[in-house]
């Protein structure tokens, strides 16, 4: 007889009279053997991991569980259960295993998720490796000849590639989706218009001096800020982000001595 770890309950036995009234077969000598089930357990734990008795139910017709409180302090709230069965006819009844479940109270590891989906932004680190799913939807295929560029560039679509940006010289570039997607995380960041220091700016990047355009698809959205005075320099900023660091805010003129 083996000792497992397991997560999940055993359920009833139940039948439907003629009525439609739900009742429960319980077989009396599995029932009884509350006992062997109790030694059974401690031959497999020893007496000091097993608390007070919990209950019994029916699995299925001629077996069925008694359970008894777990006493380990690592494993609060869980529960030894003892599955019995008898064959037909039989007046005793036999241990088939000994298993450790949770109880309505444990404490229980929150259920796996892959790592795609649990890594966030800021969690890799220096010498750490994140591959790129094949069909990752933020990219798309490039280009793989000049011939091709008329046939992808949207010359209406407001963010246009050049022939560098369509992937002439790279497998995968961003997809629409990828594009929309980087945009709308960095106008909605720190260094975009809804910001703090933005709504308190009396100017917008738009009109610094400072700030450095980008080419490609975001041209028209975003710029790099080089003053090294504002909270900004060398980020990636809106054009409708400001700070007081503006480059035509300036010292008012001084006054003519009378």
Not at 32 to 41: E, G, I, K, Q, S
Not at 146 to 168: F, K, Q, S, Y
Not at 178 to 192: K, N, S, T
Request: charged share 25%.
């Amino acid at each position: 007889m083996a000792l497992r770890f397991a997560v999940g309950h055993n359920q009833p036995v139940a039948t439907t009279t003629s009525t439609g009234v739900t009742s429960t077969r319980i077989d009396a000598v599995l029932r009884d053997a509350r006992d062997l089930a109790h030694d059974a357990v401690v031959d497999e734990v020893g007496a000091g991991l097993v608390g007070d008795y919990v209950d019994f139910a029916m699995d299925s017709e001629r077996l069925g569980t008694h359970t008894f409180q777990c006493s380990d302090p690592a494993y609060i709230g869980w529960r030894w259960a003892i599955t019995v069965a008898r064959s037909p006819r039989a007046k005793a009844a036999t241990v088939c295993e000994v298993i450790l479940l949770p109880g309505p109270d444990s404490l229980l590891a929150p259920e796996w998720v892959p790592w795609s989906e649990r890594i966030r932004p800021g969690d890799l680190g220096v010498g750490d490796v994140l591959p790129t799913p094949a069909q990752d939807e933020r990219l798309t295929a490039g280009l793989t000849g000049e011939d091709e560029l008329d046939a992808i560039v949207d010359r209406d679509e407001p963010r246009g590639m050049t022939g560098w940006e369509a992937g002439l010289t790279r497998p995968r570039v961003l997809s629409v989706f990828g594009r929309d997607g980087a945009a709308e995380r960095w106008d909605g960041g720190e260094f975009g218009p809804q910001s703090a220091m933005a709504e308190a700016a009396p100017k917008a990047c738009a009109t610094c001096g400072f700030l450095i355009h980008v080419a490609g698809p975001f041209s028209r959205e975003f710029g790099v800020c080089a003053n090294q005075f504002a909270p900004a320099d060398g980020r990636l900023v809106s054009l409708a982000y400001g700070c007081g660091a503006h480059s035509e805010i300036t010292e008012p003129a001084a006054a003519d001595d009378e």
